[in-house]
C-alpha cells in the first residue's frame, strides 16, 4: 500500500475510494472494505481510503475518549493494507474542513483531486458543515461528479450495527470476547518489553493505544516478526503487565516489540487462524514516509 499526502501523486488514475475515519477497522469496517475490493476485482481500479486524523470529536470539542484510539494511526495503516487498499490519504481534519459545505467538500476531495470512479461508504457517514453531508447527499451529486455511489448497510450483531461504540464500551467493560467478535479478531495491545521481573514482563504501551478497564485477562504475547507465542495473563492498570505463564518464555525480551492479544477463555492459544493478525508486523516492516505523519511518536492521530 501506497500512502499518499495531497491526492495530487495520483492525480488523473481512475480510483475506488473508501470514504470513513475507520477507527478500529471492525467488521463492518471490514464489510465496506470487501465491498470496495469487489468492485476492485470487477474493474480494475484501486482501492483508496480517505480517511482523517485526528479523529473529528476530538477538534470539535466532544472527545468522550476519543484521545485514545482503538487503532492509531500505523496500525490502521497495517490493517488496511491487510484488507488490499492500495492507496492510504489521511486528510488532515480541521475546523477548517469541519466547516466546509458538503459541496464544496465533494468537489474537491471527489472530483478536483482525484479521478474517482466509485465511492463506497458506510450508511451513517457524514461531513462537511453539521454534518449536512451524507450518503443521500452523494446520491445527488454522482452523476455530476462522475462517481457511482455505494452505501454498505449496517452490519448487525445482537440486535445493533457494529460500531467504534460497541467496541469501546465492550473493552471500557472488560468484555474482551465480546471486542473481538465485533472485530474480527483479539484487541492487541502493541509496546516494548521490559525487564523480566519474577515472572511478569511489563510492556509499555502508545499513550495513543485505548487500554481496556482495568483487569486480569487471559491473553497470548507474540514478539513481533516472529513465530514465538506464549500464552498467559495480562494485568491491566495504570500500565501493562504481562504474567507469562509458560516456562520456555522466561527469557530476556527487554527491548522487543511484542504484541499482547486479549484472548477469552476456551479459545486456542494458536494464533495462526485470527485474522489479520499477522498485519501488526507490517507496523514495524513497512516504510512509512518521513513527512507522512504516520510516525507518532507518541502524538496521538485519528
Known amino acids: 500500500m501506497r500512502i499518499i499526502g495531497t491526492g495530487g501523486e495520483i492525480q488523473g488514475k481512475d480510483v475506488i475510494v473508501a470514504l470513513g475515519t475507520f477507527d478500529g477497522v471492525h467488521k463492518g469496517h471490514q464489510a465496506l472494505f470487501h465491498r470496495a475490493g469487489a468492485i476492485k476485482e470487477e474493474t480494475g481500479m484501486p482501492v483508496l481510503a480517505l480517511t482523517f486524523h485526528p479523529h473529528p470529536r476530538i477538534v470539535l470539542g466532544d472527545p468522550q475518549g476519543y484521545d485514545r484510539l482503538l487503532t492509531p494511526q500505523e496500525e490502521k495503516v497495517a490493517l488496511l493494507d491487510a484488507l488490499g487498499v492500495d492507496y492510504f490519504w489521511s486528510v488532515p481534519f480541521t475546523r477548517d474542513l469541519a466547516a466546509m459545505e458538503p459541496e464544496s467538500f465533494a468537489n474537491q476531495y471527489l472530483a478536483e483531486l482525484l479521478s474517482v470512479r466509485h465511492v463506497v461508504c458506510g450508511f451513517n457517514f457524514t461531513f462537511g458543515r453539521k454534518g449536512a453531508g451524507n450518503p443521500s447527499y452523494l446520491w445527488t451529486r454522482q452523476r455530476d461528479l462522475g462517481f457511482l455511489l455505494h452505501v454498505v448497510r449496517p452490519l448487525n450483531v445482537g440486535g445493533s450495527p457494529v460500531s467504534s461504540t460497541r467496541v469501546r464500551r465492550a473493552l471500557a467493560r472488560g468484555h474482551t470476547g465480546d471486542a473481538a467478535y465485533l472485530l474480527g479478531r483479539p484487541y492487541c495491545l502493541q509496546g516494548y518489553a521490559g525487564q523480566l521481573d519474577g515472572g511478569t514482563l511489563k510492556v509499555d504501551v502508545s499513550g495513543c493505544k485505548l487500554v481496556p478497564g482495568p483487569g ?87
Do not use: K, W
Not at 513481533?224 to 495504570?238: A, I, N, W
Not at 520456555?248 to 493478525?277: A, C, H, I, K, P
Open 216 to 302: 486480569v485477562y487471559t491473553s497470548v504475547l507474540r514478539v513481533s516478526l516472529s513465530e514465538e507465542m506464549y500464552p498467559g495473563v495480562t494485568t491491566l492498570g495504570s500500565g501493562v503487565e504481562i504474567e507469562v505463564r509458560n516456562h520456555s518464555s522466561q527469557r530476556n525480551l527487554s527491548g522487543r516489540n511484542v504484541q499482547v492479544f486479549l484472548t477469552t477463555e476456551g479459545e486456542g492459544e494458536d494464533l495462526s487462524s485470527f485474522t489479520l493478525m499477522r498485519a501488526y508486523d507490517r507496523m514495524l516492516s513497512q516504510e512509512l514516509p518521513q513527512d507522512s505523519g504516520l510516525r507518532s511518536s507518541g502524538a496521538c492521530l485519528g
